[in-house]
């Protein structure tokens, strides 16, 4: 494949998820009516973006980025990259990758690297001494890569939240 453009979205997906399942503290989730609405959006979003990467924030459940992708007529066009066993029980980021561009197996990256410290100090008097103690990321970290050339490395893409 050599493309001569590559053309690259983001979305935000507000949540998306199964009816009736808990999102944060909303014990009930989204309503039927809510779902069927919230699906409807999210084609016409996907639709109108046609982009040759889409990522994607605040996914909660795989079911209904499926359905969403599938509402609009895309689902032959792309591949979703989405970590295995998102159900409903957190939020993760994904992304839909046009068929063909797709030249890694996707990973999420949760933890920081060994030995990664989060701190700072110096010579500024202004500047306040700070260490974090955190080992990764709240949410993880999508990499994954693209060939749009054969003549061309891959590209690196990182998804966030």
């Not at 999102?23 to 989204?30: I, K, L, P, Q, S």
Request: proline share 6%; net charge negative; hydrophobic share 40%.
């Amino acid at each position: 494949m050599n493309r001569t453009s590559l053309s690259i979205a983001t979305f935000n997906l507000y949540n998306l998820n199964e009816p009736a399942v808990p999102v944060y503290t909303d014990r009930n989730g989204w309503s039927q009516e809510e779902h069927a609405r919230k699906i409807d959006w999210t084609a016409r979003q996907l639709q109108s973006m046609r982009a040759d990467v889409i990522g994607l924030q605040e996914l909660w459940h795989g079911a209904s980025l499926t359905r969403a992708v599938a509402a609009a007529g895309l689902d032959n066009d792309y591949v979703p990259l989405v970590p295995a066993g998102t159900t409903g029980k957190g939020i993760v980021c994904a992304a839909l990758v046009a068929k063909g561009l797709l030249s890694s197996e996707p990973e999420w990256i949760s933890d920081f690297p060994e030995g990664f410290r989060l701190s700072s100090g110096g010579d500024d008097a202004q500047t306040p001494t700070i260490a974090v103690a955190i080992a990764g990321f709240s949410r993880p970290v999508l990499h994954f890569t693209i060939k749009p050339r054969v003549d061309e490395p891959d590209i690196h893409v990182y998804g966030v939240i």
